[in-house]
């Protein structure tokens, strides 16, 4: 099992341009996770989803949208990039477990918006 | 509104030097509690959940610990590999499909 795998690794955007972040996992978890990281503060939740078709807005969704068409991939779409985005972002996935889901994370990408 | 609150913010030890990471939590009913363990450039990597004031688990030097409050990760005789920085994340009871986290501890560990 490749776990949860992201890409880019890296990618420098000008302010305005679009990207669309992958994330796909291969462990058939019904439920993933978009985070954003940056210095000093949590990790903030930005969308996730429990299942294909299904999204729901985090902690902090503005800028940002989601779409999960299949269990496996679950993109985070920027749009109209500003400086303000400039973070790194992870996935994570997790399967229902009475409650009990643990979360696994992809190794991330980072994003400077220029 | 559910909050945690980890500290130090930095922690430096010699190699031996044994110590513990505080997380304190407020949330309205916990589900549970987990530690993740983050290197640099790396995504959070799980070491433990702990669900129950008094539950305990451990793994090589480390052991975590939960009480109503807070959660303690012990460092046992650490080494430079365990040099990361260590994060704490609760999940509220009604909240399950969420994560919330603390702004974590940077541990260097020197030979």
């Known amino acids: 099992n490749a776990g949860v795998t992201q890409t880019p690794k890296f990618r420098i955007l000008k302010i305005g341009q679009s990207m669309t972040l992958q994330c796909a996992q291969d462990m058939n978890h019904n439920y993933m996770y978009w985070y954003r990281q940056d210095p000093g503060m949590g990790l903030k939740l930005i969308y996730y989803s429990v299942g294909a078709g299904i999204t729901d807005k985090g902690e902090v969704p503005n800028g940002y949208n989601v779409s999960r068409s299949t269990t496996e991939d679950f993109p985070l779409r920027l749009e109209l990039a500003a400086p303000s985005q400039t973070s790194v972002y992870f996935c994570?996935?997790?399967?229902?477990?009475?409650?009990?889901?643990?979360?696994?994370f992809g190794p991330g990408t980072r994003l400077l918006v220029l | 509104e559910d909050q945690v609150t980890q500290s130090p913010e930095a922690l430096r030890l010699q190699e031996g030097e044994s110590s513990s990471l505080n997380c304190s939590y407020t949330v309205s009913g916990l589900r549970g509690l987990f530690w993740y363990r983050q290197d640099p450039g790396k995504g959070p990597e799980f070491l433990f959940t702990?669900?129950?004031a008094g539950e305990e688990k451990e793994k090589e030097r480390l052991k975590a610990t939960l009480t109503k409050k807070e959660s303690f990760l012990h460092i046992t005789a650490p080494k430079p590999e365990d040099s990361a920085t260590y994060l704490c994340a609760v999940q509220a009871v009604g909240n399950t499909d969420k994560l919330i986290f603390g702004t974590g501890t940077r541990l260097q560990v020197f030979p």
């Open positions: 702990l669900y129950s």
């Open positions: 994570a996935s997790s399967t229902p477990s009475g409650g009990r889901e643990t979360q696994y």
